[in-house]
């Protein structure tokens, strides 16, 4: 675990070195700023095959994170969760970014490090599956991720599929930078 030097306090947001490069590819693709009904269709697709009632696909910059996909049940919706923006030290994405890895939480209560985090007490979130999207460059440009408010086996086959939509989802973003020229 990482503790602030000053306070001694747990860090719950990882430190992004990536952070600069990750701004700038992003731009260069243009993500992570606007919304995009593509991505929104796909994450209801992550949301379908995970049976989860939230999802997203989540560009992290360096001060904030945006979901320029984003799924949510009707229930959701009337809640305000989830929101398009969210600050880099909310939620579970910053951490697979940083990792580069997947990162599966059955139940964020478990874990000190994720329990702390403001999405479980202001929007109920309570398990965590999400798969970094790492371009042709090697750069992480934020998670594939199914978000749901009851504790949550995952299990292999649900780390095997959010890794395999991810693949996709890169796949995607591929072909829309080879259109692009």
Request: proline share 5%; glycine share 10%; net charge positive.
């Amino acid at each position: 675990m990482t503790y602030y030097e000053s306070t001694g306090h747990l860090l719950l947001t990882p430190v992004d070195r990536e952070a600069p490069a990750r701004a700038v590819r992003l731009r260069e693709l243009g993500l992570g700023e606007r919304v995009d009904a593509e991505l929104d269709a796909f994450a209801a697709r992550v949301a379908r095959t995970l049976r989860t009632p939230y999802a997203g696909v989540n560009f992290v910059g360096e001060e904030r994170q945006f979901f320029a996909g984003l799924h949510h049940g009707p229930d959701a919706a009337q809640a305000g969760y989830p929101a398009r923006v969210l600050p880099r030290d909310h939620g579970y994405c910053p951490h697979v970014v940083v990792r580069r890895r997947a990162l599966v939480l059955q139940d964020v209560r478990d874990f000190a490090r994720f329990a702390g985090n403001a999405v479980v007490d202001e929007s109920g979130v309570r398990s965590y599956l999400g798969a970094p999207l790492t371009d042709r460059r090697g750069v992480v440009l934020g998670t594939v991720c199914a978000v749901d408010v009851v504790p949550r086996r995952w299990g292999t086959e649900g780390l095997t599929t959010v890794k395999a939509l991810a693949a996709d989802l890169v796949e995607l973003i591929h072909a829309r930078e080879d259109r692009r020229g």
